[in-house]
Protein backbone atom coordinates (compact mmCIF):
# COMPACT_ATOMS: atom_id res chain seq x y z
CA UNK A 1 0.00 0.00 0.00
CA UNK A 2 1.48 3.58 -1.01
CA UNK A 3 1.99 6.20 1.60
CA UNK A 4 -0.30 8.27 -0.15
CA UNK A 5 -2.80 5.53 0.11
CA UNK A 6 -2.04 5.15 3.80
CA UNK A 7 -2.33 8.74 4.33
CA UNK A 8 -5.96 9.07 3.02
CA UNK A 9 -6.51 6.08 5.32
CA UNK A 10 -5.22 7.97 8.15
CA UNK A 11 -7.27 10.85 7.30
CA UNK A 12 -10.61 8.99 6.85
CA UNK A 13 -10.17 7.51 9.84
CA UNK A 14 -9.48 10.60 11.71
CA UNK A 15 -12.44 12.08 9.76
CA UNK A 16 -14.61 8.96 10.90
CA UNK A 17 -13.31 9.44 14.56
CA UNK A 18 -14.29 13.30 14.44
CA UNK A 19 -17.67 12.82 13.43
CA UNK A 20 -18.40 9.87 15.91
CA UNK A 21 -16.70 12.57 18.60
CA UNK A 22 -19.04 15.47 17.63
CA UNK A 23 -22.36 13.30 17.57
CA UNK A 24 -21.23 11.91 20.76
CA UNK A 25 -20.95 15.50 22.62
CA UNK A 26 -24.30 16.30 20.25
CA UNK A 27 -26.24 13.87 22.35
CA UNK A 28 -24.68 14.36 25.51
CA UNK A 29 -25.77 17.81 24.59
CA UNK A 30 -29.53 16.78 24.77
CA UNK A 31 -28.97 14.52 28.18
CA UNK A 32 -31.70 16.74 28.95
CA UNK A 33 -34.58 15.73 26.77
CA UNK A 34 -36.02 13.43 28.79
CA UNK A 35 -39.13 12.80 26.40
CA UNK A 36 -36.42 11.22 24.48
CA UNK A 37 -34.90 7.62 24.74
CA UNK A 38 -30.86 7.42 23.74
CA UNK A 39 -31.12 6.11 20.51
CA UNK A 40 -33.68 8.94 19.29
CA UNK A 41 -31.30 11.49 21.46
CA UNK A 42 -29.09 10.65 18.75
CA UNK A 43 -30.78 10.19 15.97
CA UNK A 44 -32.21 14.31 16.57
CA UNK A 45 -28.72 15.74 17.34
CA UNK A 46 -27.97 14.40 13.81
CA UNK A 47 -30.61 16.28 11.89
CA UNK A 48 -30.71 19.44 14.18
CA UNK A 49 -26.53 19.83 13.32
CA UNK A 50 -25.97 23.18 11.75
CA UNK A 51 -26.27 22.91 7.98
CA UNK A 52 -22.39 23.05 6.33
CA UNK A 53 -23.37 22.07 2.56
CA UNK A 54 -25.13 24.65 0.87
CA UNK A 55 -25.31 23.09 -2.71
CA UNK A 56 -28.14 22.08 -1.73
CA UNK A 57 -30.93 22.18 0.56
CA UNK A 58 -31.41 19.95 3.80
CA UNK A 59 -33.60 17.07 4.01
CA UNK A 60 -37.23 18.44 5.16
CA UNK A 61 -36.12 21.49 4.71
CA UNK A 62 -39.54 22.47 2.18
CA UNK A 63 -41.31 21.24 5.17
CA UNK A 64 -40.89 24.25 7.99
CA UNK A 65 -43.90 22.79 10.26
CA UNK A 66 -43.14 19.01 9.53
CA UNK A 67 -46.22 17.37 9.07
CA UNK A 68 -48.64 20.07 9.51
CA UNK A 69 -47.08 22.04 6.69
CA UNK A 70 -49.72 23.14 4.48
CA UNK A 71 -49.02 22.75 0.94
CA UNK A 72 -52.45 25.17 0.02
CA UNK A 73 -52.00 26.88 -2.98
CA UNK A 74 -50.72 30.33 -2.21
CA UNK A 75 -52.76 33.64 -2.34
CA UNK A 76 -54.02 35.83 0.43
CA UNK A 77 -55.44 32.85 2.37
CA UNK A 78 -52.42 31.13 2.68
CA UNK A 79 -51.55 31.67 6.60
CA UNK A 80 -55.46 30.83 7.35
CA UNK A 81 -54.92 26.98 6.52
CA UNK A 82 -55.28 24.34 9.38
CA UNK A 83 -52.42 22.52 10.41
CA UNK A 84 -52.32 19.65 7.46
CA UNK A 85 -52.42 16.63 10.40
CA UNK A 86 -55.06 17.58 11.99
CA UNK A 87 -57.95 15.06 12.40
CA UNK A 88 -61.80 15.48 11.54
CA UNK A 89 -62.06 16.28 14.97
CA UNK A 90 -59.36 18.87 14.96
CA UNK A 91 -60.57 20.56 11.95
CA UNK A 92 -63.94 21.01 13.11
CA UNK A 93 -62.71 22.78 16.39
CA UNK A 94 -60.36 24.96 14.09
CA UNK A 95 -63.05 25.70 11.71
CA UNK A 96 -65.50 26.83 14.82
CA UNK A 97 -62.20 28.54 16.66
CA UNK A 98 -62.47 30.31 12.94
CA UNK A 99 -65.59 31.51 13.42
CA UNK A 100 -64.61 33.12 17.40
CA UNK A 101 -61.37 34.66 16.00
CA UNK A 102 -63.33 36.30 13.09
CA UNK A 103 -67.05 37.34 14.96
CA UNK A 104 -67.18 41.33 15.67
CA UNK A 105 -68.14 41.71 19.28
CA UNK A 106 -70.76 44.15 20.26
CA UNK A 107 -71.48 46.03 23.39
CA UNK A 108 -73.80 44.97 26.10
CA UNK A 109 -76.49 45.04 26.50
CA UNK A 110 -77.52 43.12 22.94
CA UNK A 111 -79.61 40.42 21.09
CA UNK A 112 -77.14 38.67 20.48
CA UNK A 113 -76.22 37.60 24.31
CA UNK A 114 -73.39 34.98 22.95
CA UNK A 115 -71.49 38.27 21.36
CA UNK A 116 -71.98 41.20 23.66
CA UNK A 117 -69.65 42.51 26.44
CA UNK A 118 -67.25 44.20 24.11
CA UNK A 119 -65.48 47.07 25.72
CA UNK A 120 -66.31 49.37 27.65
CA UNK A 121 -62.70 50.96 26.23
CA UNK A 122 -61.40 48.80 23.35
CA UNK A 123 -58.76 48.96 20.54
CA UNK A 124 -60.34 46.07 18.18
CA UNK A 125 -63.94 44.23 17.63
CA UNK A 126 -62.32 41.26 16.44
CA UNK A 127 -59.17 39.23 17.28
CA UNK A 128 -58.99 39.27 13.49
CA UNK A 129 -59.16 42.83 13.02
CA UNK A 130 -56.02 43.62 14.11
CA UNK A 131 -53.82 39.80 12.63
CA UNK A 132 -55.18 40.43 8.99
CA UNK A 133 -56.12 37.60 7.79
CA UNK A 134 -53.87 36.21 10.41
CA UNK A 135 -50.59 37.76 9.20
CA UNK A 136 -48.60 40.38 10.09
CA UNK A 137 -50.13 44.11 10.65
CA UNK A 138 -49.67 47.34 8.85
CA UNK A 139 -49.28 51.15 10.14
CA UNK A 140 -51.70 53.51 8.12
CA UNK A 141 -50.18 56.60 6.87
CA UNK A 142 -51.97 58.71 9.39
CA UNK A 143 -54.81 57.93 11.84
CA UNK A 144 -57.42 60.63 11.82
CA UNK A 145 -60.51 59.53 10.58
CA UNK A 146 -60.21 56.12 11.25
CA UNK A 147 -63.39 54.14 12.25
CA UNK A 148 -63.98 51.71 14.27
CA UNK A 149 -63.85 48.97 12.18
CA UNK A 150 -60.89 50.05 10.86
CA UNK A 151 -58.63 48.72 13.75
CA UNK A 152 -54.94 48.15 12.21
CA UNK A 153 -53.24 46.04 14.92
CA UNK A 154 -50.90 49.40 16.48
CA UNK A 155 -51.42 49.94 20.01
CA UNK A 156 -49.64 51.70 22.86
CA UNK A 157 -48.31 50.13 26.26
CA UNK A 158 -48.44 52.50 29.00
CA UNK A 159 -46.45 52.17 32.29
CA UNK A 160 -45.24 54.98 34.84
CA UNK A 161 -42.57 53.96 37.45
CA UNK A 162 -42.93 52.77 41.08
CA UNK A 163 -43.02 55.65 43.11
CA UNK A 164 -44.33 54.96 46.82
CA UNK A 165 -41.95 52.71 49.12
CA UNK A 166 -44.84 50.08 48.75
CA UNK A 167 -44.71 49.89 45.13
CA UNK A 168 -41.04 49.88 45.32
CA UNK A 169 -40.93 47.49 47.89
CA UNK A 170 -42.91 45.17 44.85
CA UNK A 171 -40.75 46.21 42.45
CA UNK A 172 -37.36 45.16 44.36
CA UNK A 173 -38.85 41.67 45.16
CA UNK A 174 -39.93 41.39 41.28
CA UNK A 175 -43.75 41.23 41.66
CA UNK A 176 -43.95 44.19 39.30
CA UNK A 177 -41.31 46.18 37.75
CA UNK A 178 -43.65 48.85 36.52
CA UNK A 179 -47.20 50.35 37.25
CA UNK A 180 -49.87 51.01 34.92
CA UNK A 181 -50.68 54.39 34.16
CA UNK A 182 -52.91 55.19 37.19
CA UNK A 183 -55.49 57.14 35.11
CA UNK A 184 -56.17 55.17 31.88
CA UNK A 185 -54.58 52.07 32.55
CA UNK A 186 -51.95 49.51 31.00
CA UNK A 187 -52.86 50.09 27.08
CA UNK A 188 -54.17 53.33 25.40
CA UNK A 189 -58.14 52.55 24.49
CA UNK A 190 -58.57 54.64 21.07
CA UNK A 191 -62.57 53.48 20.76
CA UNK A 192 -65.78 53.50 23.32
CA UNK A 193 -69.14 51.94 23.41
CA UNK A 194 -71.83 54.10 23.13
CA UNK A 195 -71.99 56.83 26.04
CA UNK A 196 -68.17 56.77 26.70
CA UNK A 197 -65.53 58.98 25.07
CA UNK A 198 -62.15 56.82 23.88
CA UNK A 199 -59.61 57.43 25.97
CA UNK A 200 -57.21 59.24 23.48
CA UNK A 201 -55.77 58.67 19.70
CA UNK A 202 -52.19 57.65 18.18
CA UNK A 203 -50.23 60.35 16.09
CA UNK A 204 -46.49 59.25 14.77
CA UNK A 205 -44.39 61.28 12.77
CA UNK A 206 -41.44 60.04 11.50
CA UNK A 207 -37.43 61.05 10.74
CA UNK A 208 -35.31 59.44 7.55
CA UNK A 209 -32.15 59.22 7.53
CA UNK A 210 -29.42 57.18 5.45
CA UNK A 211 -27.83 54.64 6.00
CA UNK A 212 -24.60 53.68 3.16
CA UNK A 213 -24.29 50.56 2.23
CA UNK A 214 -21.12 48.31 1.01
CA UNK A 215 -21.37 48.96 -3.19
CA UNK A 216 -22.55 52.57 -3.47
CA UNK A 217 -25.90 51.68 -1.99
CA UNK A 218 -28.37 53.75 0.15
CA UNK A 219 -31.11 52.67 2.62
CA UNK A 220 -33.10 55.18 3.89
CA UNK A 221 -34.29 54.20 7.46
CA UNK A 222 -37.42 55.94 9.60
CA UNK A 223 -37.33 56.85 12.87
CA UNK A 224 -40.85 57.44 14.63
CA UNK A 225 -42.37 59.56 17.25
CA UNK A 226 -45.22 58.46 19.13
CA UNK A 227 -47.84 61.04 20.31
CA UNK A 228 -51.02 60.72 22.01
CA UNK A 229 -53.48 63.18 21.33
CA UNK A 230 -57.35 64.51 22.49
CA UNK A 231 -57.34 62.65 26.20
CA UNK A 232 -60.70 62.05 27.01
CA UNK A 233 -60.11 61.97 30.66
CA UNK A 234 -57.64 63.93 31.58
CA UNK A 235 -53.74 64.55 31.58
CA UNK A 236 -51.22 61.33 31.67
CA UNK A 237 -48.60 60.98 34.39
CA UNK A 238 -45.57 63.41 33.09
CA UNK A 239 -43.27 59.81 33.57
CA UNK A 240 -45.45 57.86 31.34
CA UNK A 241 -43.49 55.31 29.52
CA UNK A 242 -45.05 54.02 25.77
CA UNK A 243 -44.48 51.02 24.15
CA UNK A 244 -45.78 50.25 20.13
CA UNK A 245 -46.71 47.43 19.65
CA UNK A 246 -47.78 45.91 15.75
CA UNK A 247 -49.99 42.73 16.11
CA UNK A 248 -47.91 39.73 14.37
CA UNK A 249 -48.57 36.96 12.47
CA UNK A 250 -50.11 34.00 14.40
CA UNK A 251 -48.59 31.13 12.36
CA UNK A 252 -46.74 28.25 13.74
CA UNK A 253 -47.90 28.97 17.77
CA UNK A 254 -48.59 25.62 18.41
CA UNK A 255 -45.46 24.14 17.59
CA UNK A 256 -43.83 27.05 19.05
CA UNK A 257 -45.13 26.25 22.48
CA UNK A 258 -44.20 22.25 21.71
CA UNK A 259 -40.15 23.71 21.69
CA UNK A 260 -39.00 21.87 24.92
CA UNK A 261 -38.81 24.34 27.48
CA UNK A 262 -35.03 22.59 27.84
CA UNK A 263 -34.40 23.35 23.98
CA UNK A 264 -34.72 27.16 24.98
CA UNK A 265 -32.87 26.96 28.14
CA UNK A 266 -30.12 25.06 26.01
CA UNK A 267 -30.06 27.98 24.13
CA UNK A 268 -29.45 30.52 26.80
CA UNK A 269 -26.67 28.57 28.41
CA UNK A 270 -24.70 29.82 25.35
CA UNK A 271 -21.70 31.67 26.71
CA UNK A 272 -19.12 31.93 23.89
CA UNK A 273 -20.41 33.50 21.41
CA UNK A 274 -17.68 35.44 19.42
CA UNK A 275 -20.30 38.31 19.36
CA UNK A 276 -21.37 38.58 22.57
CA UNK A 277 -24.90 37.00 21.39
CA UNK A 278 -26.34 36.59 25.18
CA UNK A 279 -30.31 35.32 25.35
CA UNK A 280 -31.80 35.33 28.10
CA UNK A 281 -35.39 33.69 29.60
CA UNK A 282 -37.90 36.32 29.92
CA UNK A 283 -39.67 34.14 33.49
CA UNK A 284 -43.28 35.07 33.38
CA UNK A 285 -46.32 34.37 36.38
CA UNK A 286 -48.16 31.18 34.97
CA UNK A 287 -51.50 30.93 36.46
CA UNK A 288 -52.48 27.40 37.55
CA UNK A 289 -55.95 25.39 36.77
CA UNK A 290 -56.00 25.17 40.97
CA UNK A 291 -55.10 29.20 41.52
CA UNK A 292 -51.81 29.15 42.15
CA UNK A 293 -48.90 31.25 40.49
CA UNK A 294 -45.78 29.25 39.20
CA UNK A 295 -42.71 30.36 37.33
CA UNK A 296 -43.07 29.80 33.19
CA UNK A 297 -40.84 30.48 30.44
CA UNK A 298 -42.24 33.47 28.22
CA UNK A 299 -42.61 32.81 24.63
CA UNK A 300 -45.10 34.65 23.07
CA UNK A 301 -45.63 38.45 22.63
CA UNK A 302 -42.86 41.13 21.56
CA UNK A 303 -40.48 40.69 24.90
CA UNK A 304 -41.76 37.03 25.44
CA UNK A 305 -44.10 38.63 27.84
CA UNK A 306 -46.91 35.13 27.63
CA UNK A 307 -46.26 31.46 28.98
CA UNK A 308 -49.13 30.36 26.46
CA UNK A 309 -51.35 30.67 23.96
CA UNK A 310 -53.70 30.66 26.20
CA UNK A 311 -52.66 33.30 28.18
CA UNK A 312 -52.01 35.71 25.46
CA UNK A 313 -55.76 35.18 23.76
CA UNK A 314 -56.95 36.33 27.32
CA UNK A 315 -54.83 39.16 27.34
CA UNK A 316 -55.69 40.18 24.11
CA UNK A 317 -59.57 39.61 24.72
CA UNK A 318 -58.76 42.09 28.08
CA UNK A 319 -57.00 44.44 26.64
CA UNK A 320 -57.64 45.12 23.44
CA UNK A 321 -61.65 44.21 23.78
CA UNK A 322 -62.38 44.39 27.06
CA UNK A 323 -63.59 40.78 27.09
CA UNK A 324 -63.31 38.73 30.13
CA UNK A 325 -61.93 35.28 31.11
CA UNK A 326 -60.97 32.34 33.71
CA UNK A 327 -57.51 34.62 33.54
CA UNK A 328 -58.58 38.18 33.63
CA UNK A 329 -62.41 37.74 35.44
CA UNK A 330 -62.72 41.62 35.25
CA UNK A 331 -65.60 42.03 32.99
CA UNK A 332 -64.39 46.12 32.49
CA UNK A 333 -61.00 45.31 30.81
CA UNK A 334 -58.31 47.81 30.99
CA UNK A 335 -61.10 50.50 33.00
CA UNK A 336 -58.95 51.78 35.88
CA UNK A 337 -60.07 52.48 39.51
CA UNK A 338 -59.82 56.08 38.51
CA UNK A 339 -62.29 55.60 35.64
CA UNK A 340 -65.67 54.70 37.83
CA UNK A 341 -67.49 55.56 34.74
CA UNK A 342 -66.44 53.04 32.59
CA UNK A 343 -66.31 50.07 35.44
CA UNK A 344 -70.27 51.40 35.62
CA UNK A 345 -71.31 50.28 32.47
CA UNK A 346 -73.32 47.25 31.30
CA UNK A 347 -71.19 43.90 30.85
CA UNK A 348 -71.66 40.82 28.80
CA UNK A 349 -71.79 38.23 31.34
CA UNK A 350 -74.87 35.63 31.25
CA UNK A 351 -75.82 33.81 34.14
CA UNK A 352 -76.67 30.72 32.01
CA UNK A 353 -73.31 31.13 29.90
CA UNK A 354 -70.94 30.95 32.93
CA UNK A 355 -68.76 33.79 34.96
CA UNK A 356 -67.05 34.97 31.81
CA UNK A 357 -67.52 37.09 29.00
CA UNK A 358 -66.01 34.67 26.85
CA UNK A 359 -66.48 31.23 28.76
CA UNK A 360 -63.99 28.94 29.08
CA UNK A 361 -65.15 26.78 25.97
CA UNK A 362 -64.79 29.66 23.57
CA UNK A 363 -61.40 30.35 24.74
CA UNK A 364 -60.32 27.16 24.42
CA UNK A 365 -61.56 27.07 20.75
CA UNK A 366 -59.82 29.94 19.82
CA UNK A 367 -56.63 28.45 21.60
CA UNK A 368 -57.41 25.22 19.02
CA UNK A 369 -57.78 27.73 16.41
CA UNK A 370 -54.68 29.69 17.21
CA UNK A 371 -52.56 26.63 17.80
CA UNK A 372 -53.15 25.52 14.60
CA UNK A 373 -52.55 28.16 11.78
CA UNK A 374 -50.42 26.11 9.35
CA UNK A 375 -46.50 27.24 8.23
CA UNK A 376 -46.60 27.24 4.28
CA UNK A 377 -44.56 24.77 1.96
CA UNK A 378 -40.80 26.85 1.31
CA UNK A 379 -40.46 27.48 -1.97
CA UNK A 380 -37.08 27.57 -4.19
CA UNK A 381 -35.27 25.49 -1.68
CA UNK A 382 -32.76 24.43 -4.24
CA UNK A 383 -32.64 28.12 -6.19
CA UNK A 384 -29.21 28.74 -6.46
CA UNK A 385 -29.58 32.20 -5.19
CA UNK A 386 -31.62 31.32 -2.65
CA UNK A 387 -28.86 28.69 -0.82
CA UNK A 388 -26.35 31.76 -1.48
CA UNK A 389 -28.09 33.42 0.22
CA UNK A 390 -28.83 30.75 3.19
CA UNK A 391 -24.93 30.35 3.49
CA UNK A 392 -24.94 34.69 3.97
CA UNK A 393 -27.22 34.02 6.27
CA UNK A 394 -24.90 30.95 8.60
CA UNK A 395 -21.69 33.46 8.06
CA UNK A 396 -23.43 36.93 8.80
CA UNK A 397 -24.15 34.77 12.17
CA UNK A 398 -27.68 35.78 12.07
CA UNK A 399 -28.41 31.92 13.35
CA UNK A 400 -26.94 33.05 16.65
CA UNK A 401 -30.60 33.85 17.25
CA UNK A 402 -32.22 33.09 14.89
CA UNK A 403 -32.01 28.76 15.18
CA UNK A 404 -33.11 27.34 12.04
CA UNK A 405 -34.70 24.15 13.16
CA UNK A 406 -35.61 21.67 16.39
CA UNK A 407 -37.66 18.73 16.77
CA UNK A 408 -40.76 19.54 19.21
CA UNK A 409 -41.84 17.39 22.26
CA UNK A 410 -42.40 13.69 22.03
CA UNK A 411 -44.93 14.19 24.87
CA UNK A 412 -46.93 17.51 23.27
CA UNK A 413 -50.06 18.30 24.74
CA UNK A 414 -51.08 18.18 21.24
CA UNK A 415 -50.55 14.92 19.61
CA UNK A 416 -50.48 16.98 16.14
CA UNK A 417 -47.25 19.28 17.58
CA UNK A 418 -45.84 16.05 18.95
CA UNK A 419 -42.13 15.21 17.33
CA UNK A 420 -41.69 17.26 14.61
CA UNK A 421 -38.66 18.65 13.01
CA UNK A 422 -39.40 22.23 12.74
CA UNK A 423 -37.51 25.23 10.96
CA UNK A 424 -38.91 28.41 12.66
CA UNK A 425 -35.47 30.62 13.21
CA UNK A 426 -36.12 31.65 16.98
CA UNK A 427 -34.11 30.88 19.86
CA UNK A 428 -37.12 32.30 21.49
CA UNK A 429 -34.76 34.33 23.55
CA UNK A 430 -34.63 37.82 24.80
CA UNK A 431 -31.69 40.20 23.62
CA UNK A 432 -30.57 43.29 23.84
CA UNK A 433 -30.91 44.87 20.28
CA UNK A 434 -29.31 48.04 20.64
CA UNK A 435 -30.26 51.53 21.56
CA UNK A 436 -32.11 52.13 18.20
CA UNK A 437 -34.69 49.72 18.89
CA UNK A 438 -35.37 50.99 22.64
CA UNK A 439 -38.67 51.74 23.90
CA UNK A 440 -38.11 52.93 27.16
CA UNK A 441 -40.70 50.33 28.58
CA UNK A 442 -39.10 47.67 30.74
CA UNK A 443 -42.14 44.22 30.48
CA UNK A 444 -41.33 41.41 33.33
CA UNK A 445 -37.24 41.10 32.72
CA UNK A 446 -37.11 42.22 29.71
CA UNK A 447 -35.56 45.74 29.70
CA UNK A 448 -35.95 48.73 27.34
CA UNK A 449 -34.00 47.13 24.74
CA UNK A 450 -34.94 43.64 25.33
CA UNK A 451 -36.66 41.94 22.06
CA UNK A 452 -37.55 37.94 21.49
CA UNK A 453 -36.15 36.94 18.45
CA UNK A 454 -39.49 36.52 15.94
CA UNK A 455 -39.91 33.55 14.44
CA UNK A 456 -39.17 34.08 10.49
CA UNK A 457 -40.91 31.03 8.94
CA UNK A 458 -43.48 33.10 6.49
CA UNK A 459 -41.74 36.23 6.65
CA UNK A 460 -41.80 35.86 2.41
CA UNK A 461 -45.73 35.62 2.27
CA UNK A 462 -46.15 38.60 4.33
CA UNK A 463 -47.18 40.71 1.57
CA UNK A 464 -49.19 38.20 -0.39
CA UNK A 465 -51.19 38.11 2.99
CA UNK A 466 -51.19 41.85 3.42
CA UNK A 467 -49.74 43.91 0.91
CA UNK A 468 -49.35 47.13 3.55
CA UNK A 469 -47.21 45.32 6.44
CA UNK A 470 -44.57 46.27 8.24
CA UNK A 471 -42.16 45.03 10.35
CA UNK A 472 -40.37 45.34 13.44
CA UNK A 473 -42.40 45.76 16.89
CA UNK A 474 -43.63 49.03 16.17
CA UNK A 475 -43.81 48.54 12.35
CA UNK A 476 -41.29 51.20 11.28
CA UNK A 477 -39.04 48.72 8.32
CA UNK A 478 -40.85 48.86 5.56
CA UNK A 479 -38.73 45.70 3.88
CA UNK A 480 -36.60 42.80 5.08
CA UNK A 481 -33.39 44.74 4.43
CA UNK A 482 -34.52 47.89 6.52
CA UNK A 483 -35.48 45.40 8.78
CA UNK A 484 -31.89 44.42 9.35
CA UNK A 485 -30.52 47.64 9.22
CA UNK A 486 -32.54 48.38 12.92
CA UNK A 487 -30.17 45.63 14.07
CA UNK A 488 -28.07 46.70 17.14
CA UNK A 489 -26.34 45.75 20.59
CA UNK A 490 -25.85 41.87 20.31
CA UNK A 491 -26.51 41.98 16.72
CA UNK A 492 -24.38 45.06 15.56
CA UNK A 493 -22.05 42.45 14.34
CA UNK A 494 -24.27 40.19 12.12
CA UNK A 495 -25.97 43.65 11.16
CA UNK A 496 -22.59 45.41 9.88
CA UNK A 497 -21.70 41.87 7.99
CA UNK A 498 -25.28 42.72 5.67
CA UNK A 499 -24.00 45.98 5.46
CA UNK A 500 -20.61 45.24 4.16
CA UNK A 501 -21.97 42.50 1.42
CA UNK A 502 -22.04 43.35 -2.01
CA UNK A 503 -25.27 44.25 -3.51
CA UNK A 504 -25.86 41.06 -4.96
CA UNK A 505 -24.96 39.36 -1.70
CA UNK A 506 -27.38 41.60 0.04
CA UNK A 507 -30.20 40.47 -2.62
CA UNK A 508 -29.50 37.25 -2.07
CA UNK A 509 -29.93 37.18 1.27
CA UNK A 510 -32.86 39.20 1.41
CA UNK A 511 -33.76 35.96 -2.05
CA UNK A 512 -33.38 33.57 1.40
CA UNK A 513 -35.42 34.98 3.78
CA UNK A 514 -38.43 35.73 0.71
CA UNK A 515 -38.12 31.84 0.45
CA UNK A 516 -39.21 31.06 4.36
Known amino acids: MSSRTLRGVALACLGALSATLAAAQAVDALSYRHDLDAATRARVAQVLAPATDFSRAESFEAMP ?18 SANLDFEGRQR ?19 RASDGL ?20 VPESFAGLEREEAVGLLLRLSVPALTDAERRRVEAREINTLPEPLYGGQLQNFAVPGLAAEGSIAIAYEEFPVELAGG ?14 LGYGPMREDVMVSPRLAPPMLGLGLLEAIHEDDIRANADRRDDPDGVLGRINR ?17 GWKAGQPTITHQSADAFANDMGLSTRLHPEPWGDCTPAQEQCRGMPHGVQADLGPYEVPDEALALVDSYASNLAVPRRR ?11 RLFYQARCTACHVPK ?14 QLIWPYTDMLLHDMGEGLSDGRPEGEAGPRDWR ?8 LTHTVNPRASFLHDGRARTLLEAVLWHGGEAQAARDRVVAMTPQERADLIRFLESL
Not at 120 to 125: G, H, I, L, M, V
Not at 406 to 417: F, K, S
Open 380 to 390: DVNDARVLDGK
Open 284 to 300: VPVLQADGSVTQGVGRF
Open 453 to 460: TPPLWGIG
Open 217 to 230: ETAMLRKPAYRIEN
Open 119 to 138: GPFFNARSCQACHVKDGRAH
Open 65 to 82: AGAGTTDRLVNADIFSQP
Open 94 to 112: FAVGNGLFRKDWVAAPSST
Open 406 to 419: YVTRRDAERPEHAF
